[in-house]
């Protein structure tokens, strides 16, 4: 019960934080903004039992800092945050491939250097297409994983990233990014948690439930 109602309140934070007005200045803005991926790795980490229950924490824990440093730190802070998380997802969902272990490599190569080469043309900036190499990485490996529910989450997270890398180039004087980045982002995080935890408990790797 306990369990289910962090899941249940992680919804409803990240949710809601979508209609709160801007104000990366205040501190409970900020926090608002970490809440509902923070409660997402408090629900995995209730529900761990073994390096693949901890892992997915881990890429939870770091995508809330990386929410959070985002605003008190700067992009290049947080997008080490995040990159991070997407190197320990990276480890979790090769780790747990529907594809030979080549294959899987493969996909998630395929993946990164796609991501990275949008994500270079939408800024021109090395940095940037260097972090898309680790964002891409991840959504590749999820693709390639025994986890399609986090595939799909995995995938929602690089589009809300390449949404931001594109409101600093071609997309810098539409209203659409400011309209998709976030929902994409959490429902991303938000499926990556729930699907994992699905996948283990009824794959035949209960490690954690997903209630």
Aim: proline share 3%; glycine share 14%; hydrophobic share 60%.
């Amino acid at each position: 019960m306990i369990r289910r109602l962090i899941l249940v309140a992680a919804l409803l934070a990240g949710i809601s934080f979508y209609f709160v007005p801007r104000a990366p200045d205040a501190a409970w803005w900020v926090a608002w903004k970490a809440l509902g991926v923070a409660l997402l790795a408090v629900w995995a980490a209730l529900q761990a039992r073994d390096a693949r229950g901890w892992l997915l924490v881990g890429v939870l824990a770091f995508g809330a800092l990386g929410d959070v440093l985002l605003e008190t730190s700067g992009m290049a802070i947080g997008g080490a945050a995040f990159l991070a998380g997407h190197l320990i997802a990276i480890a979790l969902y090769l780790g747990n491939g529907r594809m030979r272990g080549g294959f899987a490599v493969a996909a998630a190569i395929g993946v990164a250097l796609t991501v990275s080469g949008l994500a270079f043309s939408f800024t021109n900036d090395h940095g940037v297409a260097l972090y898309a190499l680790g964002l891409g990485g991840m959504a590749g490996s999820a693709i390639a994983s025994r986890f399609p529910i986090a595939a799909l989450g995995a995938v929602s997270f690089a589009c809300s990233d390449l949404m931001i890398f594109a409101s600093l180039g071609p997309l810098a004087d539409s209203t659409l990014p400011g309209l998709v980045i976030w929902p994409s982002y959490f429902a991303g995080q938000a499926l990556v948690a729930i699907g994992v935890a699905h996948a283990l408990r009824w794959q035949g790797g209960a490690t954690i439930s997903a209630a």
